[in-house]
């Protein structure tokens, strides 16, 4: 992409993106009042739970600003919705509307960001002044308290969607990637700190996993499987016009890791409330989440993998519709070698993306739990958790998916260029 920015519109979008994601990064520094950030901050280092909620937070959580919350909010609320389309008539006939129709779900998504932040405010301000580290605040400093964090997430939804409108890439994911990238460095120098002279051949062996990991992300995401299509007779030759479907192997691309990580994060959030209750049957469940849900734990990372592999499935089916792409063909004249226009087609493409996302699923929940793997066979791996597979794979999907859309404008400019 050569003197892409010498284009005025491409490099106005790029300096718009740059200049959101400085306000957001500055947002990560408004703290809210009420809570002792140096006890916050010791608690946050004990907890690796915390370490990756401070990663999604941007920041946010271990200076305790306004967007301590991050977009989680609005990413259950997405998830939510997205269930409820399968389930409920209306709202599915809504996806199939369109433009229109995803706009209007959008909108509910975002009505329903609104009790989810308060819950959630709440909910953080309970499990820390559990915690002892934030102290008992009064109904006005508590209301104070909620609706800064409320205002914060609904405000990083608003910037997001500035980014997808006038910026360059999905904002959702932007603020994530610039979330993950802004603690690279700490968790690289953390990283450091803890080698020693014994752990060459441990790093190098690391090091050469994170490129392999890389590698795979890479192939995996730009994978597609071409799905050969045939037109009817054109022309005066009446020769066939041939062409090809492509099916992304990995159809959801990070969606479901985000959605996964909103979900997994639940118990381990639960637990330490329920496991400082008076009750023996609620401490008995908080007792079992602490134990058995922390990043280290075996049933963590494999109720973890299997949320990834089930939302990869589920993110696929949502996003990609056979029954209306072999509608699409048999109405333009088209047709798989060998297979018949209709419901033979949908049967043979629902076939295909299942078996390939597959495929895609099984790799991104490896990806997911590439730490806790990685940690069994080399012991620094315990200490690299916010450069882990998670945050690995987002920040590589995001910069694919960015720099694709850059080709995209830039050979977009051209050919209108050319045809004036």
Same mark, same amino acid.
């Given at each position: ?29 408004? !703290?809210? !009042? ?10 946050? #280092?004990?907890?690796?739970? &915390? ?190 016009? $041939? $062409?090809?479907? !492509? ?11 985000? &959605? ?61 519709? !056979?029954?209306?792409? #072999? ?57 690299? %958790?916010?450069? %882990? ?32």
């Amino acid at each position: 992409m050569p003197g892409i920015l010498k284009v005025p519109e491409i490099r106005n979008k790029i300096l718009f993106t740059i200049f959101i994601l400085l306000v957001f990064r500055l947002l990560a520094h408004v !703290p809210v !009042p009420g809570v002792d950030l140096a006890s916050l901050r010791s608690y946050l #280092a004990s907890s690796s739970l &915390f370490s990756i909620f401070n990663i999604f937070s941007g920041g946010g959580f271990q200076n305790f600003s306004i967007i301590t919350l991050g977009l989680t909010p609005y990413i259950n609320a997405s998830i939510i919705l997205q269930l409820f389309t399968a389930v409920i008539p209306q709202l599915e006939e809504l996806s199939k509307e369109g433009e229109s129709g995803r706009a209007k779900i959008n909108q509910y998504t975002k009505l329903l960001t609104v009790p989810l932040a308060i819950i959630q405010s709440y909910g953080m301000y309970f499990l820390l002044k559990s915690q002892g580290v934030v102290s008992n605040l009064d109904p006005l400093s508590l209301l104070v308290l909620v609706f800064s964090f409320v205002g914060g997430s609904l405000l990083l939804v608003w910037i997001g969607d500035l980014v997808t409108e006038q910026g360059i890439g999905n904002g959702v994911s932007l603020l994530i990637f610039a979330g993950i990238v802004s603690r690279l460095p700490a968790s690289v120098y953390q990283f450091i700190s803890t080698l020693q002279a014994s752990d060459l051949a441990d790093l190098i062996l690391f090091v050469v996993l994170s490129l392999l990991v890389v590698l795979g992300i890479v192939y995996v995401n730009e994978g597609i499987r071409k799905i050969p299509v045939e037109y009817g007779r054109t022309g005066r030759s009446g020769a066939y016009s $041939s $062409s090809y479907l !492509p099916l992304k192997v990995n159809q959801a691309g990070v969606i479901p890791i985000i &959605f996964a990580v909103s979900v997994v994060l639940v118990p381990s959030i639960v637990g330490p409330p329920l496991l400082a209750l008076p009750y023996g049957f609620l401490n008995t469940i908080g007792n079992f989440l602490v134990t058995y849900f922390s990043p280290q734990a075996v049933v963590y990372n494999i109720f973890y993998f299997m949320l990834v592999f089930a939302f990869t499935y589920f993110y696929t089916t949502f996003q990609f519709d !056979p029954s209306k792409i #072999a509608d699409d063909l048999k109405k333009r004249g088209g047709f798989i070698p060998g297979i018949r226009p209709g419901k033979e087609t949908e049967r043979y493409l629902k076939n295909v993306t299942t078996r390939i996302t597959l495929f895609g699923g099984v790799f991104l929940g490896l990806v997911a739990v590439m730490p806790f793997i990685v940690s069994s066979f080399v012991p620094i791996g315990n200490s690299v %958790g916010g450069i %882990g597979g998670t945050g690995l794979l987002i920040v590589v999907s995001v910069v694919l998916e960015t720099l694709r859309q850059l080709d995209s404008l830039n050979v977009t400019r051209s050919y209108d260029s050319f045809l004036n």
